[in-house]
């Protein structure tokens, strides 16, 4: 295998035509100039880190403001758009834990889906909204619902989504096609 | 920018995004090539690699600037490599174009079979025959590379040679 020893010399024979020119570099240079640097120094800076500073306290009150649970403490027909919830599972996925209401301590008495049927089942529902709770999972949030669904409690409380089977939309959006056979099951009974 | 000039400038302290571009951007350009057998896809492999130089601004010891860059675009090479869908489009198809100098064309049969042959053999054995003699690394500069004990290496370039003697041969009795 004498030949290999002058692979360098082959290889620049066979691909000649193939060198790294200046568009090429040029192109480097056009994404390296969009991309951020990861070592830059940061120096100390008293305006921009008041700056940061302010910002940082404005993300940390909408942040905190986002985490309250949407559903109201005050009794009575109230309608709730349900955001969503900005809280995380172990995977990092976000849920809708914080916006769903506790199966445990909290009757539902309806779930209605409109074009599709309710069920007052307060077994079912509670179910069902363990379904979700369990089984929901973020998805891409770009799709166009056709529907609500509401969850209604028996203090009158109405949490409504957004949906589009296999979807639920509040300000994210939410992929569970468990919980909608869950819900075609109990309409056929 | 010529190479005797940028390699005097050495002395001068580190080398500038210029002068590795000038230095060692195509071979990693080539190397990408023999691994992919893509023209296109060896050329987002380069750019990925010097933007990532650009951007990361890794303190790179003197006089391993190539290794550096030639690791990163190995590594980037094998992550396209496993990815489904150049095992269907590449793997499928399996090619090597050429591209040569004009005075070249015609008298050039055996290297480019030889270069053909390199470009189809296995990854693990690629890359250890193009640091090896294309870029002209040592055993042990290649295991530190590649971070693999030097035993790995020198018994894959010797299954390689095998292989290539083998395909070679095959060509010949055709």
């Known amino acids: 295998m004498n030949k290999l020893d002058d692979l360098r010399t082959i290889t620049d024979r066979v691909l000649y035509g193939l060198t790294a020119d200046e568009t090429l570099k040029n192109k480097i240079l056009r994404n390296a100039a969009q991309t951020p640097e990861k070592h830059k120094k940061i120096s100390f800076q008293p305006v921009p880190l008041f700056g940061m500073v302010l910002v940082a306290l404005i993300i940390t009150v909408l942040a905190v403001n986002r985490l309250q649970p949407v559903r109201p403490s005050t009794p009575g027909e109230i309608t709730v758009f349900a955001a969503g919830s900005e809280e995380k599972d172990e995977s990092g996925n976000n849920d809708l834990v914080s916006v769903l209401p506790e199966t445990s301590s909290d009757a539902i008495s309806k779930i209605e889906i409109p074009g599709l049927g309710m069920t007052d089942d307060p077994n079912l529902c509670a179910r069902l909204v363990d379904v979700l709770r369990e089984k929901a999972e973020t998805a891409d949030s770009s799709v166009d619902a056709d529907t609500d669904l509401n969850i209604i409690t028996d203090d009158g409380t109405v949490i409504r989504f957004s949906v589009k089977e296999p979807f639920v939309i509040g300000d994210k959006c939410w992929s569970c096609p468990e919980f909608f056979e869950l819900f075609r099951q109990s309409l056929v009974k | ?174």
Not at chain 2, 48 to 71: H, I, Y
Not at chain 2, 76 to 91: G, M, Y
Not at chain 2, 136 to 159: C, H, K, N, P
Request: contains cysteine.
């Open chain 2, 1 to 174: 920018m010529s190479r005797q000039s940028v390699e005097a400038d050495r002395s001068s302290g580190k080398l500038s995004f210029d002068q590795l571009y000038e230095l060692y951007a195509t071979d990693v350009l080539r190397v990408s090539y023999y691994y992919l057998g893509s023209r296109e896809m060896a050329e987002d492999v380069t750019q990925d690699v010097f933007v990532k130089l650009l951007s990361n601004r890794p303190e790179l010891e003197e006089g391993k600037e190539k290794a550096w860059l030639l690791k990163v675009a190995l590594n980037r090479c094998r992550d396209l490599w496993r990815s489904s869908w150049i095992r269907k489009v590449i793997l499928g198809h399996p090619g090597f174009e050429c591209f040569p100098a004009p005075d070249e064309i015609g008298k050039m049969a055996d290297q480019y079979a030889l270069a053909e042959a390199v470009s189809h053999l296995k990854p693990e054995f690629k890359e250890v025959v193009l640091l090896f003699y294309y870029q002209g690394f040592s055993v042990t500069e290649i295991a530190e590379l590649l971070q693999i004990a030097e035993g790995t290496v020198s018994s894959r370039l010797s299954r390689a040679r095998e292989k290539l003697q083998s395909e070679l041969k095959g060509d010949e009795e055709q």
